[in-house]
Nanobody, 118 residues
Framework: VQLQASGGGLVQPGGSLRLSCAAS????????MGWYRQAPGKQREMVAL???????NYADSVKGRFTISRDNAKNTVYLQMNSLKPEDTAVYYC?????????????WGQGTLVTVSS
């Protein structure tokens, strides 16, 4: 199983970006997918999670600004980020709790850099 993230970049404060993460491989079920981020000098933190049942959790710092969604047919999860702030600058990692035909495991994408700066 592989996770491929895309969509990062440089944006001005108040701007928007949309991240995508596509899961591929021998997937039998995607139990949950989400986004984490790690800013320089800080620990990795959860940003948003969505389960197979549709439950969604957001970090308090992004509630009302970020929206996580999924396309089950494409095994893809999205993170729409609006009203971006400089403190949102970080490497964003896609995470998946995924069952393959052999096991259930936690998978990580390669990370995509989001820079919010004027």
């Amino acid at each position: 199983v592989q996770l491929q993230a895309s969509g990062g970049g440089l944006v001005q404060p108040g701007g928007s970006l949309r991240l995508s993460c596509a899961a591929s491989g021998s997937i039998s079920n995607i139990n949950a997918m989400g986004w984490y981020r790690q800013a320089p000098g800080k620990q990795r933190e959860m940003v948003a999670l969505i389960t197979s049942g549709g439950s969604i959790n957001y970090a308090d710092s992004v509630k009302g600004r970020f929206t996580i969604s999924r396309d089950n047919a494409k095994n893809t999860v999205y993170l729409q980020m609006n009203s971006l702030k400089p403190e949102d600058t970080a490497v964003y990692y896609c995470n998946g709790d995924i069952s393959s035909f052999f096991r259930r495991a936690d998978y990580w994408g390669q990370g995509t850099l989001v820079t919010v700066s004027s």
